[in-house]
């Protein structure tokens, strides 16, 4: 078969993307279930365990250059080699995000919660359904399924919504909240933002198999 | 022996000495095979000097033949070999050099072509006294030419027509078909290909085939002597039409005296016919490695 | 069969193959090919070997008719005219759709008498001296040969030969070049010497190149088009598109393959 070395680098590569990606997951749900449970302990774990994200990142980013400089791929072995490159970079932004969360539970320190969560863990399961699912799509070449994913956007976007009346409220009612209360408001933003970064990762698999990065 | 790579078995260097004893037997055998015609070549020239040089001064080739040695030239016979020569080349040049354009460059590659391919290489074989029977025929007695230098060296051309031929052929195949590519590709004609690329490239060997092919003819006897007999002429040739004599026919003509000075004198007339045979090759030779290094990139 | 892209079509061409087959003997070469090129522009013919698409550049200056068993039925149209009509001069043809080989090969004569020859068989009455310098300059050759201009062409490197015979082929000032693979014989640096020149050439000519080299094709060339061999060993066109088109993102799955490397 010819150009065998060349296929099995281009599928060392997509697994490595899959790989972080699990990681980046696993960095989620870490940083939410730490601040529900006012772990400090594996908060720091998440903010430690980033760099091992970044790391992560940059060798594959690194593949990619290597295999653009010496394979000179053509049409669908660039586009994948492409987009590999920036999934690599959405998920390490999203990585970034788990630290946030979970840099801001440790900020919260002895403080109670404001509220039980409710909301914000439901955000964090909907945005790591969307970042797997996500991926899937990458994995399988489905445009169907990016495209779901890629419209599930507006969901997350109306909890967010909704999140940020209910602190509002908050707030206004007790200006004492106010100090734990945005706390909850950047968590629930950067859940927002990893949603968002997730339809990005949609948008790389359209341009992937269509060579379009058009939508719809 | 230089030290060797491996220990090897005896019996393997009994082989090796074997083999490099006869492959010194077999360089004495070619050796001497070289020799052989070098030393045949050495005898007959030392043979043709000594016996001709004493007789070799300007008097000799400015001076008409005479029954008396020592008033004996091939003056006559001198000029009727140039002469010869000269319109054998007009004749031939033209002729030869026009065949191998057109089979070279516009015969269509079937049958007919084939038959002349494969008569013109005939021919090159034929026996030189056939065609002196021939131009006896078709010139002298047909075209009532007489037996004039304009039906010998129409002869003598029929003669050397194949060579010519054959070697302007070779010269022209061996203009790189890129040449023509790049030609044709700017818009030039067939006529304008072959006047301007082909003949320019192909000229050096043209011309060597040419004069080695003159060479073969001037030492043809038997043919000029079917057509202008054995003459004994002491005047040289004014036109065409004239009788003449050539240099191998007074070389025979005194070989068959029975004074022994005419032997001497056969042996000069050798001698002059070899040092224009010498250099008419030689011109060739140099011809040919002049413009072989130009073209050969 | 053939992806005959709407934006193809309708383009000021120089030249359009219209239902071109070509036959050496009963061999068919080259089958159904419908194609136009653009004018002023570099149009790259890629493709494995044996898929005809040198056959199909010596269609386009009639370079063909030197091969006795060769038949040429089908169009090429020129300014409007099949140049395969009867009434139709080749060699006319060809002072006007210039010709550059693979294999540099200038003539066994000075560099100056090299240009000089075109303009001589076409009956040029006009200034030699400069149409030759005009000519060197085009083909970026004239600085370096400026003061040797009687010297052997066969002094000049590979490189600079092709270039030589380039210039030659301009100096006719045809309108369209041919180029069969003009960079093959040549070292990396030369290649891409004759790849800058082909670049500053296509303001005044169109281009048409066939190349092996893919890389050659998508770095030097507006519109490529992509020649397969099909059944009974006969060539034709896959696919003809802009050239970003065919690097990124081509339409016909075997182009992808050929282009990928993936075709064996």
């Known amino acids: 078969m010819p150009r065998e070395d060349f296929e099995r680098n281009l599928k060392l590569v997509q697994d490595e993307v899959v790989q972080l990606s699990s990681m980046v997951e696993k960095a989620i749900f870490k940083s939410i279930d730490s601040l529900k449970r006012r772990d400090l302990g594996a908060s720091q774990q998440v903010v430690d365990e980033d760099d091992i994200i970044d790391a992560k990142q940059e060798a594959i980013e690194n593949r990619c250059i290597d295999l653009i400089a010496l394979e000179s791929p053509m049409a669908v072995d660039l586009r994948v080699i492409i987009a590999a490159m920036m999934v690599a970079n959405e998920l390490e932004r999203m990585g970034d995000y788990a630290e946030g969360i979970a840099k801001i539970s440790l900020a919260m320190g002895e403080l109670p919660p404001l509220k039980p969560l409710i909301d914000i863990p439901r955000m964090a399961d909907k945005a790591v359904d969307m970042l797997r699912r996500s991926i899937e799509s990458y994995v399988n070449r489905d445009i169907v399924a990016a495209k779901g994913v890629f419209h599930d956007d507006d969901e997350v976007d109306e909890m967010y919504e909704q999140v940020y009346r209910e602190l509002l409220t908050y707030m206004m009612g007790d200006p004492t909240t106010i100090q734990r209360a945005t706390y909850l408001l950047w968590v629930s933003h950067d859940l927002e933002r990893v949603a968002d970064r997730t339809t990005n990762i949609a948008e790389r698999v359209m341009f992937l198999v269509t060579g379009k990065t058009e939508m719809d | ?175 790189p078909d890129s040449y023509r590519q790049a030609a044709y590709a700017m818009g030039a004609d067939q006529w304008q290909v072959i006047k301007q690329v082909i003949l320019p490239s192909a000229a050096p060997g043209i011309l060597t085939g040419t004069i080695l092919a003159m060479s073969r003819a001037i030492g043809e006897a038997a043919p000029v002597i079917a057509i202008s007999a054995l003459v004994y002429l002491t005047y040289v040739p004014a036109h065409p039409m004239d009788r003449f004599t050539v240099l191998p026919i007074q070389i025979y003509n005194w070989i068959a005296r029975p004074q022994d000075e005419f032997r001497g004198l056969a042996a000069a007339g050798i001698i002059v016919l070899l040092v224009i045979l010498l250099t008419m090759n030689a011109i060739a030779v140099f011809l040919r490695n002049r413009y072989q290094v130009r073209s050969e990139e | 069969m053939v992806l005959e892209k709407e934006h193809m079509k309708n383009v000021d061409a120089a030249l359009t193959a219209k239902n071109l087959n070509v036959y050496y003997g009963d061999f068919l070469a080259i089958k159904d090919v419908n194609m136009a090129m653009k004018k002023n522009s570099v149009t790259a013919l890629i493709g494995p070997s044996g898929c005809g698409k040198s056959t199909f550049l010596r269609c386009l200056n009639r370079m063909n008719d030197l091969i006795t068993s060769a038949s040429v039925r089908g169009e090429i149209l020129f300014e409007n005219l099949n140049i395969y009509s009867d009434n139709i001069d080749a060699t006319e043809i060809r002072s006007r759709i210039g010709m550059v080989f693979q294999k540099p090969n200038p003539f066994p004569k000075s560099i100056y008498q090299n240009i000089a020859f075109g303009l001589k068989v076409n009956g040029f009455s006009g200034d030699t001296d400069e149409a030759v310098e005009r000519s060197l300059r085009q083909a970026s050759l004239w600085e370096e040969v400026k003061d040797r201009l009687n010297d052997s062409a066969f002094t000049l490197s590979g490189g600079q030969q092709q270039r030589l015979c380039i210039a030659r082929a301009l100096a006719v000032e045809p309108e369209v070049l041919l180029m069969d693979e003009p960079a093959s014989a040549l070292d990396p640096i030369a290649t891409l010497a004759i790849e800058d020149l082909v670049r500053d050439l296509k303001a005044r000519y169109t281009i048409i190149i066939v190349t092996h080299n893919m890389q050659q094709a998508a770095r030097v060339s507006d519109e490529t088009a992509f020649f397969m061999v099909g059944e009974n060993r006969s060539g034709y066109l896959v696919e003809h598109d802009d050239t970003q088109r065919i690097f990124t993102n081509p339409s016909n799955v075997k182009t992808e393959e050929y282009i990928t490397g993936r075709f064996s």
């Open chain 2, 1 to 175: 022996m230089a030290s060797e790579l491996r220990p090897i078995s005896d019996q393997l260097r009994r082989r090796r000495t074997y083999r490099r004893v006869l492959g010194g037997i077999f360089y004495g055998l070619f050796l001497a095979s070289v020799c052989v015609g070098i030393v045949g070549l050495v005898v007959l020239l030392y043979e043709v000097l000594s016996n001709g040089l004493p007789w070799m001064n300007w008097q000799f080739i400015t001076d008409y033949p005479s029954r008396h040695p020592e008033e004996a030239g091939l003056f006559s016979a001198l000029m009727g070999t140039m002469w010869l020569m000269a319109m054998t080349a007009l004749f031939t040049v033209p002729v030869g050099v026009g065949a191998a354009i057109y089979l070279e460059e516009y015969a269509p590659r079937n049958i007919l072509t084939r038959v002349i391919e494969i008569n013109v290489a005939n021919l090159a074989g034929v026996p030189s006294i056939v065609y002196g029977l021939l131009g006896l025929a078709l010139f002298v007695t047909w075209f009532q030419l007489g037996r004039s230098i304009l039906a010998g060296s129409m002869t003598l051309s029929l003669l050397v027509l194949p060579i010519v031929i054959i070697s302007s052929r070779e010269a022209i195949r061996a203009v």
